[in-house]
C-alpha cells in the first residue's frame, strides 16, 4: 500500500504553503520514526496547525502487526463488506427530509390540485407581492377583498372574502379544522397548509388535505377571473363549485353505479362513461369495480377494461384496435365499435 504525501495533504485539508515534493512511501515507512511530518516540514501554515495536530492525533493511534496482510474495509456497512445498498444510501447522507410526500403528494386530489398546493406551500405563486418584486405589472391590491396587498398567505387565507368560502366549504362538509375560527396567525404558506392538515383526525386527514387543495385551486381561478376576465362571483357560487368537484372526484363511483341507464340516450350514455373514466378510475378501487361489472355486465365493453388495464390499453392501441363505448342497450356482438 502506498502512502502519496500529495493525498495526505488533502485528506487532512491542509492548505496554503508550498506543495510538498511527491513522495512515495509505504504506510509502515510514513509511520516509522514520524517520517510523514518530517515531510510536511517547513509547509504546515499557522491556517492549517489545528488540522495538523488532528490528523497527527489520529495517526499515533494506529498500530501497525508486521506479517498482517492490509485489508480493505467499507466502513459504511456494519460488516465492513461493500455492498450497492450501502453505497446508494451514502448518496442520501447529509440530505434532509422533505414534507411535501405525506403533505401534498399522497393526497387524493387531482395532479393540477396537488401541484397547485406544491405551489402553495412554497410561495411561488406569482402574485402582486412578487409580481412586484419583479417589476412587473400587476393589480397590487387583493382582487378578492380589494382592501390589502395581494400575496399568496392573504389571497387563499387571510382574505375576509376567502375565508367566507372556507367557513361555508367546512360545515358543508363536516371539517371544522377548515373553519378560519380554528385557525391561529402563521407566518408562511407552509406553516399554514402543515398545521391545517396535522390538526385533522387520521381518520379525515386525507379527506382534508383533498379539500384544501381543491378550495385552493378553486379560489385561484376565481382570482384570475376577476384579474383577466372582470368577472365577479358570489360565495355560494364558488362553494356550488367546490361541492361538484368534490362529488366527482371523491365520490363519481357510487353516483356512476347508481345511474339509471335504461332511460338515458345514447349519447348521454357516451358523455357519463367518458366523464367516469376521466374521474373514477383513480379514484375507484378494485371492488367498487367489480360491483359494476356484476350489476351491469352488459354495459362492461372493452373499453372499460382498456382504461383500468394500461398494458391492455397501450397493446390495443399499437394494434390498431377500435375504440369502445358504453351503450345503454345490451351489444350485438362481443362489443360494439364506436364508429357502428
Same mark, same amino acid.
Given at each position: 500500500m502506498v502512502w502519496k504525501l500529495d493525498q495526505l495533504q488533502r485528506h487532512a485539508g491542509l492548505q496554503g504553503g508550498e506543495v510538498p515534493r511527491p513522495k512515495c512511501? *509505504?504506510? $509502515?515507512?510514513? %509511520?516509522?520514526?514520524? !517520517?510523514?511530518i518530517l515531510d510536511l516540514r517547513g509547509r504546515v501554515t499557522a491556517d492549517s496547525l489545528s488540522e495538523? @495536530?488532528?490528523?497527527?492525533? /489520529?495517526?499515533? /493511534? @494506529?498500530?501497525?502487526v508486521n506479517g498482517v496482510a492490509d485489508a480493505f474495509v467499507w466502513r459504511f456497512s456494519a460488516d465492513g463488506a461493500? *455492498?450497492? !445498498? *450501502? $453505497?446508494?444510501?451514502?448518496?442520501? %447522507?447529509?440530505?434532509?427530509? *422533505?414534507?411535501?410526500? !405525506?403533505?401534498?403528494?399522497?393526497?387524493?386530489?387531482?395532479?393540477k390540485c396537488r401541484f397547485f398546493g406544491w405551489l402553495f406551500a412554497l410561495n411561488r405563486l406569482l402574485t402582486a407581492d412578487r409580481l412586484l418584486a419583479r417589476r412587473w405589472p400587476n393589480s397590487y391590491f387583493c382582487p378578492l377583498c380589494r382592501r390589502s396587498l395581494e400575496t399568496a398567505l392573504h389571497l387563499l387565507v387571510e382574505c375576509p372574502w376567502a375565508r367566507r368560502v372556507w367557513t361555508?366549504? $367546512?360545515?358543508?362538509?363536516?371539517?371544522?379544522?377548515?373553519?378560519?375560527?380554528?385557525?391561529?396567525t402563521p407566518s408562511s404558506t407552509l406553516e399554514w397548509l402543515a398545521s391545517t392538515i396535522a390538526a385533522a383526525t387520521a381518520r379525515d386527514r386525507k379527506r382534508t388535505a383533498s379539500t384544501i387543495f381543491l378550495v385552493l385551486w378553486v379560489l385561484w381561478k376565481e382570482r384570475n377571473r376577476r384579474i383577466f376576465d372582470? !368577472?365577479?362571483?358570489?360565495?355560494?357560487?364558488?362553494v356550488a363549485e367546490v361541492d361538484d368537484e368534490l362529488a366527482l372526484s371523491c365520490d363519481v363511483s357510487k353516483k356512476f353505479l347508481a345511474l339509471p341507464f335504461e332511460v338515458i340516450s345514447r349519447s348521454e350514455g357516451h358523455q357519463m362513461f367518458r366523464q367516469y373514466m376521466r374521474m373514477s378510475i383513480r379514484h375507484a378501487n378494485e371492488e367498487s369495480m367489480t360491483r359494476f361489472r356484476a350489476a351491469h355486465p352488459e354495459l362492461v365493453h372493452a373499453e372499460f377494461?382498456?382504461?383500468a388495464d394500461p398494458a391492455a390499453k397501450r397493446a390495443a392501441a399499437a394494434g390498431g384496435a377500435s375504440t369502445y363505448v358504453v351503450s345503454p342497450s345490451p351489444p350485438a356482438g362481443p362489443s360494439t365499435s364506436a364508429g357502428a
Open positions: 512511501r *509505504s504506510v $509502515a515507512e510514513a %509511520l516509522n520514526d514520524g !517520517k510523514w495538523f @495536530v488532528d490528523l497527527w492525533d /489520529r495517526v499515533r /493511534r @494506529v498500530t501497525l461493500y *455492498s450497492s !445498498k *450501502s $453505497a446508494y444510501r451514502l448518496q442520501f %447522507l447529509g440530505a434532509t427530509s *422533505s414534507p411535501f410526500v !405525506k403533505l401534498i403528494w399522497s393526497a387524493t386530489a387531482a395532479p361555508a366549504v $367546512a360545515i358543508a362538509h363536516h371539517l371544522p379544522v377548515l373553519s378560519p375560527l380554528s385557525w391561529g372582470n !368577472k365577479d362571483r358570489p360565495v355560494a357560487v364558488v377494461d382498456l382504461y
